[in-house]
């Protein structure tokens, strides 16, 4: 009961409410412990614990029950006047007067008898309307009280549904949101009562006012979208459902390109909580038809990459989502990827991987993060079958980790708490063994033992690495069909082969998969020749997977600790390489692939292939800007100094300036600014350099760029901070303030 209870308070927000009062709280274990179903839905929740409180209780104490029906009459009216004038309390007197006038028959002196009478009753035997303190009273938990006030607009609404409908959505639309709670309790009561009524209130939420702002409609539809999720299921209409969700990926849309992300944040939850509850007999459900739509439609790219991002957002919280949203998203999501069927699913027929890289990366970071139910979870039976017929192959991969002493193994880390500790033991097990081992032949005791470590781990694993897994596999084939040779030759020359064949998925994962298996500096510089060479490749499907291999290098979180871009992972060019964190934890310094490929004539093409607007293809635009940044980053790890080396920067943060004046895509701009924000201050020249871009610039935002650049410097020589100490003088005020800050380290 104490489980089921907990749960309920994790899963259902009406309860984790009433939850906080412990009267409350043990009324709802006793609901429990006689084994009443606790409703999902607040309004259900709130409505069975009032006629609880105020019927079953007194029934079961052998007292006259005091009807539901009643205390809603008598104690709307009070509700709804302390829930206008923002009070909780109400004194004793105004309680009475308020009681008196719901009394429509008999003398006054009866009214007055009868409305304290009911006051005792409610009092003594309710629960729900208690003297608080002194000469007040009020609701014994502020639920109740908007709960009652709710109940009180919609018998308003049956007097006068046209003018009171309209009153009620005029208040939800403060922006104080006091009404927010009363407003989301009357259309989920209203519900499950009119349905008609109830779409009527939510459609004049959705009528745009004239002279509304962005905001204010912003406000709106998200309210509109929490009434539907309270809402009684299927009583708000398909045709509504699916405007709803429209607008909210058009609005996620916005939100994403003016990083308004706590807008984006609140639509995420709305969506996951509304495929999250939706049914499991759940026919053609209409959040799930306009998500289809969405990351299916190829004419709006900008539509497609912003729903994608938001499925990235929220796929790993969907496992427990019914068949129907796996079955809906997944094959779509495989055909923009350019992936093949995996266990059931098939890719769809009407579309073919996208030409736009975001869409095939976020497709690839959405399945990625659906786990066990999507093609990661699914492949994992594929792979235990295969170990199942050829036992040899695991084997091989025991000694191959001995030998690289790396566990190569195919499954992530499992979620649920079991598997988890099983995985962990089994990690521990391989760390030992690892260490024990640390020169030398491999024996046939630490095969077995690691054989036993991958055996459990596969027993323990809810997903593997997919797409990886399957070049795994497939490399696993070729050691096993030539013993002769090295394996890890043999597995160089299969990545090598695959990237050769110039389609993207499979370019991307070998590269990064040679980065995983193969840290040491001379693989590395051999990967860093091949990308290098294809890089150049003027006009070769291959250059832009090469450009895209680069900014992951740039991207790399360890390259990028501590820096300020990180803290924005929802922007577009640090999403889209989630999905490679899941399986490459083990990933080392990139150290030996960066220095060769971050060079001034990596810089030097990135610049040529740049196009003067980023209008024909934003994606790409962005790309060669993040190069540029990274060799901007390579400069300062590799602590690259002199006058060629300035004039570089000094190129760069040009570049920089104008791209961010020229281009009206944020995500462009937010990029020009960060090679602003990581220029290197180091000689008198660079410090100079930042401090004069800031003097001539107008635009505020590159003026704060530079300023976080002026913040981070490292001056290395007396007159260096001599120069700096000298932007105390500056007219724009955060470089000063950013120029004190830094001198504060000295």
Not at 201 to 224: K, N, R, V, W, Y
Not at 556 to 563: A, I, N, S
Not at 663 to 669: E, H, K, L, P, S
């Amino acid at each position: 009961m104490q489980r089921k209870l907990r749960e309920a308070i994790e899963d259902n927000q009406g309860v984790r409410e009433l939850a906080e009062n412990p009267l409350l709280l043990t009324l709802l274990a006793v609901m429990q412990q006689n084994s009443i179903e606790l409703p999902r839905r607040r309004v259900e929740l709130y409505d069975v614990v009032t006629r609880t409180l105020l019927e079953n209780r007194n029934i079961a104490r052998g007292l006259p029950a005091i009807p539901e029906a009643q205390a809603i009459q008598r104690l709307g009216p009070l509700a709804l006047q302390m829930q206008e004038t923002r009070n909780s309390f109400a004194r004793t007197s105004d309680v009475l007067a308020s009681l008196k006038q719901t009394i429509k028959e008999g003398t006054d002196e009866e009214k007055e008898r009868e409305a304290q009478e009911f006051l005792r009753r409610v009092r003594e035997r309710g629960g729900l309307f208690v003297l608080r303190t002194g000469d007040y009273f009020g609701f014994f938990h502020r639920t109740f009280q908007e709960y009652f006030a709710a109940r009180q607009v919609l018998n308003a609404i049956k007097r006068d549904p046209v003018n009171e409908i309209t009153t009620l959505v005029n208040k939800a639309r403060q922006s104080d949101d006091l009404w927010r709670e009363p407003f989301l309790l009357a259309v989920a009561y209203q519900s499950g009562e009119d349905e008609t009524v109830a779409r009527r209130i939510m459609e004049a939420l959705l009528t745009t006012p004239q002279g509304a702002d962005a905001a204010s409609q912003a406000h709106d539809l998200l309210l509109a979208a929490e009434c539907l999720l309270e809402a009684k299921p299927l009583t708000i209409g398909s045709a509504l459902e699916q405007r709803i969700a429209r607008s909210l990926l058009q609005t996620y849309e916005q939100a994403q390109q003016e990083r308004q992300f706590e807008t984006c944040e609140q639509i995420e939850g709305l969506i996951q909580r509304w495929l999250l509850g939706l049914s499991k007999e759940a026919y053609r459900p209409a959040v799930v038809i306009v998500l289809n739509e969405a990351i299916s439609d190829m004419q709006n790219v900008s539509r497609q990459r912003s729903t994608l991002t938001l499925l990235t957002m929220i796929a790993q919280q969907l496992t427990t989502c019914p068949p129907i949203v796996f079955d809906t998203l997944i094959p779509p999501l495989l055909a923009l990827a350019g992936l093949p069927a995996v266990g059931a699913y098939e890719p769809a027929a009407t579309l073919t991987a996208s030409s736009n890289l975001d869409v095939v990366d976020l497709a690839l970071a959405a399945l990625s993060f659906m786990d066990r139910r999507g093609p990661a979870g699914l492949f994992l039976a594929e792979v235990r079958q295969h170990f199942e017929t050829h036992p040899q192959h695991l084997r091989l991969l025991a000694r191959y980790s001995l030998e690289s002493g790396t566990l190569l193994t195919l499954a992530v880390v499992p979620l649920a708490e079991d598997n988890y500790q099983r995985y962990e033991s089994a990690i521990g097990r391989w760390i030992q063994l690892r260490d024990k081992h640390r020169t030398g032949a491999v024996t046939e005791r630490e095969i077995a033992e690691c054989l036993s470590i991958h055996q459990e781990l596969l027993a323990c694993a809810e997903a593997v690495s997919y797409p990886a897994a399957t070049h795994f596999l497939n490399m696993l084939h070729v050691t096993a069909e030539h013993p002769d040779q090295p394996w890890q030759q043999l597995w160089r020359q299969y990545l090598a082969g695959r990237m050769a064949a110039a389609k993207y998925i499979d370019y991307q994962e070998a590269a990064l998969l040679w980065m995983t298996l193969f840290p040491g500096q001379q693989e590395l510089q051999t990967l860093a020749s091949s990308l290098a060479a294809d890089y150049k490749q003027n006009g070769n499907p291959v250059q832009r997977y090469a450009q895209r291999i680069l900014v992951i290098v740039v991207n790399d979180p360890r390259y990028l600790r501590g820096l300020r871009g990180l803290r924005y992972l929802r922007y577009l060019r640090y999403l889209r390489y989630l999905r490679y964190l899941r399986y490459l934890r083990d990933l080392r310094d990139l150290r030996d692939l960066r220095y060769p490929l971050l060079t001034p004539e990596t810089a030097k093409h990135a610049l040529h292939l740049l196009p003067a607007s980023d209008s024909a293809d934003a994606t790409q635009y962005i790309d060669l800007l993040t190069i540029l940044l990274g060799r901007i980053l390579q400069i300062s790890e590799a602590k690259e100094m002199g006058s060629a080396i300035e004039g570089e920067l000094q190129h760069l943060a040009q570049v920089a300036c104008d791209r961010a004046i020229a281009t009206g895509n944020n995500a462009v701009r937010e990029v020009a600014l960060d090679m602003l924000r990581y220029l290197p201050a180091r000689s008198v020249n660079e410090v100079n350099m930042v401090l004069g871009l800031a003097e001539r610039a107008s635009d505020e935002r590159i003026r704060g760029a530079c300023a976080d650049a002026i913040r981070s410097a490292r001056p290395e020589t007396p007159d260096a901070w001599a120069a700096l100490e000298a932007g105390k003088g500056s007219r724009v005020q955060v470089v000063r303030d950013a120029v004190e800050e830094c001198l504060k380290r000295k």
